[in-house]
């Protein structure tokens, strides 16, 4: 029986994902000048012909004064629809994606409090921009504060100058793309980033029209999507990568709200995902180790009960669930089970870029089309660091350097033991 994993899916806007895999968004951490180049394209290229029903590009960040890392693409300044010379750089770049005809997304996004000291070109002693004035937190202990000191400037709450600005920001970057030839963008809505930030009660304290109420602070993210579709094709695809809540929490009403107000705004997909760098939950490190309902945990998705709730509520959403998927087995249970229209797979896919060829592959059987991965091991001095924080970083670090072993056409290595 042919794998429903092979179906392809239409999204609203009229574009069709010709399979349900999805290669997830990671940071490749190659753009040394902030500007798309030769070792992404090539590392882009190789995933160009995997397979895959949809390619999420890492992060670009829509202004280079405020980075995740030192090394994300990103906008260099207001795009107004006449530089040919920046449309050039990223045409290469959507070319590369797209050079076997599978559809490219560019996720754009806003670190704000998130990002790095030393990340983006404010300066490494300038305030970082937020919401409201609400520092990171990795810890209440002596060190987890000293670090978060060291990695993070305190934020400033944001005028609505710079709502308005950051605005702008998302919308030429995605007018940007659209020029270049992608198919679309994801709004990185997810992992603590400026709109999960908004999203967020925990980092939202404002008492003005962006804040106050779920429908407030999601108001920042809905102006964006509004404002991307006056200068955007009709058909070119508008996602957004959001956050799970657990369904005990006090806030998960509050979010089954917002996304309700993202579906009637028209968003062509969702993917769900988890966590933020002070709980980094999408790499699979938790802060507080919340145990699982037998159900999830005996599954391979991180957040697999979160997206059948969606799911429940909004049968007409267009859903990607990432995080832990390894097997073709554990993809097809979350299509069968109608947690999921789309599986979002980033790990497996730095290691084996045409990993769907193996889970699409009908002459192997369930066993044989798999990647399982241990967990990264974290070096002996990191030890007595944030636990969480430490193997998430050590993922992340480990997996952008096969992406770069990739980009280089040499073989890439599983983690081992
Ligand atoms: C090296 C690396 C970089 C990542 N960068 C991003 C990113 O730019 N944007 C994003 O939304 N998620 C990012 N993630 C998270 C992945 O998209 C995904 O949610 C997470 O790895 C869980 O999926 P997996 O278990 O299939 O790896 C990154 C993950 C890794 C390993």
Redesign the pocket.
Known sequence: MPSPLADSVKLPCGLVFPNRLSK????ELMAKTNQPNDSLNDAYEQWSQGGWGSILT??VQVDVDHLGSPFDPALHGEYTGDDKTVVKEWKKYADACQKHGTPALV?I?HPGRQSFRPAGRRGFFAQTIAPSEVPMNIGNGLLEQLIACVAWSQPREMTRGDIEKAIRCFVDTARLMADAGFSGVEL?G??GYLIDQFLNSKTNLRTDEYGGTPTKRARFVLDILREIRKVVPPTFAIGI?LNSADHSSSTFEETMTQIALLVDAGIDFMEV?GGSYEDPQ???YAKSETPKSERTAAREAFFLEFAKEVRQRHPGLVLML????RSRAGAEAAIRDGACDLV?????A?IDPKFPLLLLDESLDDEKAALPLEKVPTPFYARWLPRNLIGAGA??TY??GQ?SRMSRGLATLAPAL
Do not use: L, V
């Open positions: 997830a968004a990671m940071a890492g992060n996720q996004c990185h997810a992992h990568k995902s999408m790499m699979g990432t995080g832990g998927f979002g797979i980033g790990r497996p730095a993922e992340s997996y952008a992406i």
